[in-house]
């Protein structure tokens, strides 16, 4: 969540959390789709503790993801007022009933942006770019998450 840094940023985090649930709404597979709520999120996060958060929620699957980003700031390799973002998502599919993993996933994004009048400084450009790296990851692995609940396993 970057809410505590802008407005701005605190919007376009809703953004993402609402484009990642209706990309997984969309599926014909998925009867509903919601983020946990915080106050049960577990402080140690073991698969215990999350099948049981997500059995207190009524969810039969819990999508789990882990985000990490880097930043890319090099005045030789870029303009003074660019930032690259590099952020990678790793994602399980975590039955809350057995325990199992049935579907891993990994997206790898990149992203440029140059600093505009509105950001308050170039930290803020650099968590714009941070933020939009990791919106693209986690719509690939929603999609990957999709497909995978579409595939026909009996066949």
Wanted: with cysteine; proline share 5%; hydrophobic share 45%.
């Amino acid at each position: 969540q970057w809410s505590g840094w802008s407005e701005e940023l605190a919007l376009a985090t809703q953004d993402v959390n609402a484009k990642v649930l209706s990309v997984l709404r969309a599926s014909p597979k998925i009867a509903d789709a919601a983020f946990l709520p915080s106050i049960l999120v577990p402080e140690k996060r073991s698969v215990a503790y999350l099948r049981e958060a997500g059995a207190r929620h009524q969810a039969d699957l819990l999508l789990v993801f882990r985000s990490a980003c880097s930043s890319f700031e090099r005045p030789k390799l870029f303009k003074p007022d660019e930032a690259r973002a590099f952020c990678g998502i790793e994602a399980i599919l975590l039955d809350t009933r057995t325990g199992l993993v049935p579907f891993t996933a990994t997206a790898n994004k990149t992203y440029d942006v140059k600093k505009t009048p509105a950001d308050l400084n170039f930290r803020e450009t650099v968590l714009r770019s941070q933020l939009a790296a990791m919106a693209d990851a986690l719509g690939e692995v929603s999609s990957q998450v999709v497909t995978f609940l579409g595939i026909d396993r009996l066949s």
